[in-house]
């Protein structure tokens, strides 16, 4: 933490500028906030993102639309797989290719599979900063064997690289089936236990109820989607309202709760969770046979027809949405990701930040589920 | 889930279940004494089979991250129609994405589950991935291995990970079909067998092509194949065709009947289909119905060089081109009614037709080429006088002779090139029952179907047979399979190994033809040396016996003291040097007489090297 007296910038003596991250052990990643403080009460916080520019979206008007498919997974690195499916989809839009039926299954699972090894992801970060080490561990521990399963059927643990267009790039490896079933079995029976030592835990309660609190209105006003807007009540999903891959071919709830407080996103992201792998559940009972990839034509000559597109999907932190632009070349014209980091780390968090106690940064940051290279791109 | 969920405040007491763990074995690998192993998809360190890579770069080009560079190797001999260039990878760039794999043709490129790579030297980060089988050094037994010293210089031996799939490739490794006229249909008339692609079906092929420009290599006179394909893939046939005269003038005829050395390098060939280039070729001289106004080509400033040209075969047709673009006047003499030589006569009309050559040939005619038909050299007009009447010769008279087998009573026989020439261009011939046509080649193989068809046609509603019999056993036949798959969809009957004895007559009638065993074609040097069983024969019956053997040079037009002159190199061809000038000046030569591949695009070839050579001899440079 970087202490900073700006006696002359403040108008009152007592107070502080505080520069929390982006070298700090609470941070979300290479992120920071600049925090006006008077006493332990912050007056104002300034999101300082900027620190991850990777320009991305630059860097693909250069690379043709087959080179592009390995560099979209790297804008999230928690949950690189929706990136990778909004690429394909808009792509297909665009140059109007079919997806076999099998091929939207194992799309559906294999997001499915990406949202729980992210929840796990964020329930470990939200554990970690309330102290919780030891519920940490487990959730670190559980994503591992889900990326066991992502390194069995993909070839790689973080970036699969796996969603291109026109399919999937590899059919599931003889006895996979079962190995998501045993994974996800050996991950649900533990959900007793999470449920003793976390979720139904006093401390966890009191430290998180109440905090971070946001409306419906202000919610919707200021842009937040995925758990931070269904935390307050509203039961607003991609995959139900504009269904994509094979959400619309089973049956699924969405977890909604009222309060919209860190202690009711952190429960949304629990039940999304067990939902998720019941919904994976049913997809695998109802997968068909057939091929999983219609050959795109070849990458050397391929040109998309001119044109513009924006495509959506829910991802494990949002709606996030992508605007590609075709001049009619082998390379996308223009690239535009919409985020959902984006209006949770810079918008909705500076607002709630405001009045909060600096103890509290972390919890309402990590409750927002901000994930720092979303934001920069 | 929508209705109210109740808030659990729980109990302090309650995390205290977690104690239980405690007691519960870890659940971490104590990592490198526990090894983890990665899945058998892991996409680790590249794999390269060295013997397999054909240097094509198709992974540099669609390596996003510009990780991979071809370099050269010395030490490889390439083979015929590839490169001795490998990929090097540097792994600072390098994303593991595997597209690499995916794209690459000859699936030598794979990945390993090897991931380790720790040294102080940056260099070594940056290496030529080879496999197990091409660096025995490197790669190591499970004994020998030891996780300690893992590195690209430390790897494990048949760890492969991700490799490529041809369900999966980015590359199509199936061809557009060409529509073609049924077997049954074809043989009963010599329509023309290959329909042609559509102009679609033409785009999807041409969307095949990966660029890599092996065939360019491979092909004898170099044509700019990728250019053309890659014209004809974005809608303009008429740029591909610029590109293709730039090295061949005669595509209506090579998009026809061309030995395509390019699709047999072709990278796409080694697992799937190669492209069709030779069809692609055609497609685009066929849709362009007047090439004069598409090409826009002018001949150069007028030099006042007179150049005779004999024989108006592809190569004279060819040199006749690009000599008078240069600005000289060139003359093409030929025995023959019309142009094309050896094609005009050779080729089938079901193969070539004559419109098809007529194409070529009347454009060379419009930019100013004069071309004198029926005119026998040595007899209508003599070779010393043209020697002194002309700047330069070009010697383009092909191999115009048939062999015969001189078998007893063989001159009862037909010999191929007069048949062929008398159905395509004369008054035709009538033809037997029961055709035996001897050979294996693809001669033979157009000598057999063009008989077929013509018995067809003469002996309607009758039984017919057309056989073949040659030295050569199904695995060492000289005709293309292609030719062979044809010609037995369309009937013929194949005796493959068994030589002629002896022609069967009786009441000065053909009976049939007396065959022996073969035992071996070639004797242990390689040579052309048959020997046989003499106590397995066979006996073929048969009313026309036809020979299809093999062609020879005819230079009886040249005179005795100037043939003396003549130099032939040890494989019997005319010797010419670097320049294509023949042991006598100023004459040169190109086409059968002179190379090996006894096709029309190697002519071209050698018409390109000798109109340089007459360039730069008659500009004085």
Not at chain 1, 329 to 353: A, M, N, Q, W
Request: charged share 25%; hydrophobic share 35%.
């Amino acid at each position: 933490m970087n202490m900073n007296l700006s006696s002359k910038m403040s108008s009152s003596p007592r107070e502080l500028e505080l520069y929390f991250g982006p070298q700090h052990l609470g941070m979300v990643g290479n992120f920071s906030i600049t925090l006006k403080v008077e006493g332990d009460r912050i007056l104002e916080a300034q999101a300082n993102p900027g620190y991850l520019h990777r320009g991305f979206e630059k860097l693909m008007e250069y690379r043709t639309w087959i080179q592009n498919f390995p560099m979209v997974c790297r804008i999230n690195v928690v949950e690189p797989d929706s990136m990778e499916m909004v690429y394909a989809m808009a792509v297909e839009k665009l140059a109007q290719i079919e997806v076999p039926e099998r091929a939207h299954f194992i799309r559906s699972i294999y997001l499915e599979l990406a949202r729980v090894a992210s929840h796990l992801f964020g329930l470990w970060a939200y554990a970690n900063m309330l102290g919780f080490d030891t519920v940490a561990q487990w959730a670190m521990y559980h994503r591992d064997l889900i990326l066991d399963l992502f390194e069995e059927l993909t070839g790689g643990r973080v970036y699969h690289i796996y969603i291109w267009p026109g399919g999937v790039r590899r059919d599931f490896p003889p006895g996979f089936k079962d190995k998501i079933v045993n994974t996800l079995h050996s991950i649900g029976g533990c959900v007793p236990d999470y449920d003793s030592t976390f979720f139904n835990n006093r401390l966890f309660y009191d430290r998180s109820k109440g905090i971070g609190q946001l409306t419906l209105e202000q919610a919707k006003q200021w842009g937040a989607t995925g758990q931070t807007l269904r935390a307050t009540g509203m039961p607003y999903d991609i995959r139900k309202i504009e269904p994509y891959a094979a959400y619309d071919k089973v049956d699924w709830d969405v977890p909604v709760r009222e309060d919209g407080d860190a202690y009711s996103r952190v429960w949304v992201i629990r039940d999304e969770m067990i939902e998720s792998v019941h919904m994976i559940f049913k997809l695998l009972d109802a997968m068909p046979e057939g091929p999983v990839y219609n050959r795109i034509p070849n990458p050397f000559k391929w040109k998309v027809p001119r044109g513009d597109v924006y495509v959506r999907c829910e991802s494990s932190r949002g709606e996030l949405g992508l605007y590609l632009v075709s001049d009619g070349g082998d390379k996308p014209y223009r690239v535009h990701f919409r985020t959902p980091s984006y209006p949770h780390g810079l918008i909705i968090l500076e607002k709630l930040l405001e009045n909060a106690s600096i103890a509290d940064v972390g919890n309402i940051m990590i409750s927002l589920y901000v994930v720092a290279p979303e934001i920069d791109r | 889930m929508k209705e109210k969920t109740t808030d659990k405040k729980g109990s302090f007491l309650s995390p205290f279940k977690a104690v239980n763990y405690l007691f519960k074995k870890p659940r971490t690998l104590r990592y490198p004494f526990e090894p983890k192993e990665p899945a058998l998809r892991y996409r680790g360190f590249h794999l390269n089979d060295w013997e397999k890579c054909t240097g094509c770069g198709n992974c540099a080009d669609i390596c996003p991250n510009e990780a991979i560079k071809m370099v050269e190797i010395p030490e490889i001999e390439p083979k015929p129609g590839e490169k001795n260039d490998r990929p090097k990878l540097d792994y600072g760039r390098c994303c593991f994405c595997g597209l690499c794999v995916d794209i690459c043709p000859a699936g030598s490129l794979r990945l390993s589950r090897d991931y380790f790579h720790i040294h102080f030297d940056t260099d070594t980060f940056a290496f030529f991935p080879k496999d197990e089988k091409t660096d025995k050094e490197h790669f190591l037994g499970s004994e020998q291995y030891s996780i300690l010293k893992a590195s690209l210089a430390h790897r494990k031996e048949n760890y492969e990970g991700f490799t490529s799939d041809l369900e999966y490739s980015l590359f199509e490794p199936q061809r557009v079909s060409m529509p073609e006229v049924p077997p049954d249909e074809r043989k009963l008339s010599f329509i023309e067998q290959i329909i042609g692609y559509s102009k679609e079906e033409a785009k999807a092929e041409a969307s095949r092509c990966l660029e890599c420009k092996l065939c360019e290599e491979a092909c004898p006179a170099h044509l700019k194949i990728s250019d053309y394909i890659k014209a004809i893939y974005e809608d303009n046939p008429g740029e591909s065709l610029k590109k293709i005269f730039e090295d061949n003038p005669i595509p209506s005829i090579c998009g026809r009947i061309c030995m395509k050395h390019c699709e047999t390098a072709c990278s796409l060939s080694i697992r799937g289909e190669a492209l069709a280039v030779r069809w692609l070729k055609r497609f685009a001289a066929d849709s362009i119905k007047d090439y004069k106004t598409a090409l826009e080509l002018r001949a150069a400033e007028r030099t006042g060089k007179k150049i005779a040209v004999i024989g108006a075969g592809p190569s004279g047709l060819s040199i006749a081109h690009f000599l008078t673009l240069k600005g000289h006047n060139v003359v093409v003499f030929d025995s023959l009614p019309g142009g094309g030589g050896m094609v005009r006569v050779g080729p089938p009309l079901y193969r070539l037709p004559i419109e098809a050559i007529d194409k070529d040939v009347n454009y060379i005619a419009s930019l100013g080429v004069e071309f004198r038909f029926n005119t026998t050299i040595g007899k209508d007009i003599l070779f010393e006088d043209i020697l002194k009447e002309y700047d330069a010769i070009y010697l383009g008279v092909g191999t115009t002779a048939s062999r015969s087998t001189k078998v007893k009573n063989i001159d009862r026989a037909h010999l191929a090139l007069p048949f062929l020439q008398a159905n395509k261009i004369g008054s035709g011939t009538k033809v037997g029952k029961e055709i035996i046509v001897i050979g294996g080649g693809n001669v033979a193989m157009d000598v057999a179907r063009e008989a077929l068809r013509l018995q067809y046609m003469q002996h309607p509603g009758e039984k017919v047979i057309t056989k073949t019999v040659s030295l050569e056993d199904w695995d060492e036949m000289p005709a293309t399979k292609e030719e062979i798959e044809d010609a037995k969809a369309e009937g013929i009957q194949f005796n493959p190994g068994w030589g002629p004895k002896e022609v069967k007559v009786e009441d000065s009638r053909i009976k049939g033809l007396l065959c022996v065993k073969v035992k071996l074609v070639f004797d242990e040097q390689g040579r052309f040396s048959p020997t046989f069983y003499e106590e397995k024969q066979m006996f073929l019956e048969g009313d026309m016996i036809i020979e299809a053997i093999g062609q020879a040079p005819d230079f009886s037009f040249i005179p005795e003291k100037l043939f003396e002159k003549l130099q032939f190199t040890a494989q019997r061809k005319v010797k010419v040097d670097d320049n294509g000038m023949t042991t006598i000046p100023r004459v040169f030569a190109g086409g059968d007489i002179v190379n090996q591949n006894l096709d029309a695009v190697t002519a071209i070839a050698d018409a390109k090297i000798a109109t340089e050579g007459i360039h730069k001899m008659l500009s004085g440079r």
